[in-house]
């Protein structure tokens, strides 16, 4: 793979080729519009990986990110790049910012989607991603009246190149009473030093964005023109909800078209299409690929029995959650208006679990006429796999046990990565170069190399952390400014939560211990060393509670900040549409990485792998990828607390909780809630909000905030103390450096297709 990146390197770039003139004479923008030409071009070149057999990860999300560094370091291009342009005066950290972030994901999700595609490139193996090119993305975020505020994310822009070619290929999808054709576009997703992925996004001819009237509305019952303007469009009513269904059979019938087609085309009957098709199913969003598959094998000529089976060996599913209302759930009624051609096949499918099983709970459809989107999954695939170590256990003994003892040679663990090239490389290039100068550039292939820092860990290495992370921490001061306003102190200590905004997250946790911290320097308790509280985050737009606690943290900053006192130690900063742009100038910047979701909620987790990549000390509970975390750094590199999955499951399970009960026996409980429904608050915000927030927390509290904060409050502490000690913090910072390597998305890549994929990569 480094004879690939040496050859595009002595190539040489041409930019003022692309551009048809000088450097120099050129605007950024046709800077920019060249340096994308070419590297389209570099990428094409390379070629994407071949081989007989190839996988299909379907997933609703893939929040690829800015991809022109990214582009450039994969393609071996990026220091004669910047060298050629800064030799002529030019910047390409500029236009860098030129670029638009595609609006492809939201979450975690979406980025594991994308980490994974870069990983199957870099590892040579023939993959690609299905999903669908959003219009408008999930939403721009701004704050208005300290309030989440949503509009169009349209992220293909007038006058600047974008990644995605449109392909020559339509398909028709029929829905119950009006066809759509759809149009495919690619991008090419570069490996490290090989040949390429791609990403095949299916748009909708009929698409009409000047359907949207206000902020995001626009008419759901205007299906032909809606279906691929958002992600996950609002559900708080029916016409949402059966929008989301009409927009995922679109994904899946697409989808399951062009494997069929290319399948054919490599020579496949389609009785074997196990040997040319691998399908992963990333979360329940894809799931009606399979009856889509089924119809169509039918269609050709295939008996239903030997269909099934056929499905079953190609697809395998993966599970992100134990969370309910993640766990797809459509009504028969919804899927008959959308695709009554699939309807038949699964009522046949639920008919053959029920002769095998009676247990209701395994069921496909229930008693109420409801298809379980995930039961579907899987019977009807070969693999089910949880995204870590502790996931997968709660997955296997409790959440879906009925499914373990039917199938239990298909459940299997796959513990999250990430991709080091963009979360390392890219993101942080001194951290990157401070590596390659002291264990070499071998860590770039094999993320375990990074181990050997720790034969090298003396002051001088401790020292040259320390000065990268203030370096990283004035960077992001610098961006934040320019980005939204907000001034904030690099000698600070930065203390990050960004991650969607969901209860089982927590962040109104984090949000009682900063109202807690504000109390208590009116009191007279000062903090060591100030402390800058960030979050980044969005909550989708029907999900209230979650926008009232943005709006408390919002209301909670301009209280902080206007007081004169309180100020100087305490300033709390909400980053406005985080993505992934705001991430990677976050992350290096970070001191603490609050992971603090209720034990037993988060599957996994990747922000934490990052974090804990670029130096960040882990302050989390005891859930999802925190455990293997905790395990690889060891007790005394990592702060933990709160209850842990066994304690809050039987809590749920004995049905006992009561918040009141916390709120009237704890003080700081107490005066932290009180404080959201205090004079300065509500002079600051809307006191129905508030009010909502409060009695939220008092008389529900479904994910157990009051339980674990004493706790939470007390390991802050501990953990704000640790870090005044600079040389004890930046040991512990080199630990989880060092042991990072395990969470590379490579490793994870390599251990699907060794045990459910089975792909040969591309040899030439």
Not at 43 to 60: D, E, H, I, M, W
Not at 78 to 85: G, I, M
Not at 125 to 148: E, M, V, W
Request: proline share 3%.
């Amino acid at each position: 793979m480094a004879d690939a990146v040496t050859q595009t390197r002595d190539a040489g770039t041409g930019i003022a080729r692309y551009a048809g003139k000088p450097i120099a004479n050129c605007t950024n923008l046709e800077l920019f519009n060249a340096l994308l030409r070419m590297v389209r071009d570099a990428a094409q070149a390379r070629g994407t990986n071949q081989g007989k057999k190839r996988l299909y990860y379907v997933s609703a999300e893939f929040l690829i990110g800015k991809l022109l560094s990214n582009n450039l370091i994969n393609l071996g291009l990026y220091e004669q790049v910047r060298a050629e342009l800064a030799a002529a005066g030019r910047s390409l950290a500029e236009l860098e910012e030129l670029e638009s972030e595609p609006s492809l994901g939201n979450g975690g999700l979406g980025r594991l989607a994308a980490c994974f595609l870069d990983s199957c490139a870099t590892l040579g193996l023939p993959a690609d991603g299905i999903g669908l090119a959003y219009h408008c993305g999930l939403f721009r975020q701004s704050f208005l009246g300290n309030k989440q505020c949503e509009t169009p994310d349209g992220w293909l822009t007038w006058g600047q190149e974008s990644w995605m070619r449109r392909a020559s290929l339509h398909q028709t999808v029929s829905f119950g009473d009006f066809d759509v054709t759809s149009t495919l576009y690619d991008i090419d997703v570069t490996g490290y030093g090989s040949k390429c992925a791609r990403l095949r996004l299916f748009d909708v001819d009929s698409a009409d964005e000047r359907l949207i009237k206000d902020g995001i509305a626009f008419d759901k019952r205007r299906v032909a023109q809606g279906l691929t303007l958002f992600l996950y469009p609002d559900d708080s009513d029916d016409e949402g909800r059966i929008l989301r269904v009409y927009q995922e059979y679109f994904m899946c019938s697409n989808a399951a078209q062009l494997i069929l087609a290319e399948c054919e085309e490599r020579g496949s009957n389609l009785r074997d299409l196990a040997d040319y098709a691998a399908v992963q199913i990333n979360d329940t969003h894809p799931s009606m690929i399979i009856p889509e598959l089924i119809r169509l094998l039918v269609q050709r000529g295939i008996a239903f029995d030997e269909a099934r089976g056929i499905v079953r060996d190609v697809c395998a599913y993966t599970n992100h959650t134990i969370l309910a209302e993640a766990l797809e759930c459509w009504p028969k009624s919804f899927l008959q208006r959308v695709a009554p051609q699939i309807v038949p096949i699964i009522e046949r499918l639920d008919a053959d679990v029920r002769k095998s099983c009676k247990e209701p709970f395994v069921q496909i459809v229930d008693e109420h006429d409801n298809v379980h989107m995930a039961n579907m999954d899987i019977h009807l695939s070969h693999s089910t796999n949880g995204v870590a170590a502790l996931h997968t256990k709660i997955l296997e003994d409790v959440e879906l046990a009925p499914f373990r003892r039917l199938y239990p040679e298909r459940f299997n663990n796959k513990t999250n990565g990430i991709t080091f090239r963009r979360w390392c490389i890219a993101c942080n290039p001194e951290l990157a170069a401070l590596v390659d100068r002291t264990i070499g550039d071998g860590w770039r292939h094999d993320a375990t190399q990074l181990e050997r820092l720790l034969e090298h860990e003396d002051d001088a290495l401790l020292g040259e952390l320390a000065a990268i992370k203030r370096r990283n921490k004035e960077r992001f001061a610098t961006w934040i400014e320019r980005h939204q306003g907000a001034k904030v102190d690099p000698e600070s200590v930065f203390d990050v939560q960004s991650k969607r905004l969901h209860e089982y997250k927590r962040q109104q946790l984090n949000l009682l211990w900063a109202i807690d911290a504000y109390l208590g320097i009116k009191a007279g308790k000062l903090p060591r060393r100030k402390v800058t509280v960030i979050f980044g985050a969005k909550a989708a737009p029907a999900y209230t509670i979650a926008k009232d606690v943005i709006h408390a943290i919002l209301c909670l900053s301009q209280v902080v900040a206007a007081d004169p006192v309180a100020n100087k130690w305490l300033q709390i900063v909400m980053i406005e549409n985080y993505n992934v742009t705001a991430a990677e100038r976050l992350i290096p910047a970070a001191d603490i990485s609050e992971q603090i979701s209720l034990a037993s909620k988060e599957a996994s987790g990747t922000g934490n792998m990052k974090f804990m990549l670029n130096g960040a000390l882990t302050l989390g509970t005891m859930d999802g990828a925190n455990v293997e975390i905790a395990g690889l750094v060891g007790a005394g590199n990592i702060f933990t607390f709160g209850e842990s999955s066994d304690e809050v499951i039987a809590r749920y399970q004995r049905g006992d909780y009561d918040p009141m009960s916390y709120y009237q026996d704890d003080e700081r409980i107490k005066a932290a809630v009180d404080f959201l429904l205090s004079h300065d608050m509500l002079a600051a915000g809307d006191g129905h909000s508030l009010d909502r927030l409060a009695h939220e927390l008092m008389c529900k509290d479904w994910f157990m905030t009051f339980p674990d904060f004493d706790a939470y409050l007390a390991e802050k502490d501990r953990m704000l103390e640790a870090a005044e000690d600079e040389a004890t913090w930046q040991s512990k910072c080199l630990v989880n450096i060092a042991k990072a390597g395990f969470f590379s998305s490579d490793r994870t890549i390599a251990e699907y297709n060794r045990d459910i994929w089975h792909l040969t990569p591309d040899a030439d």
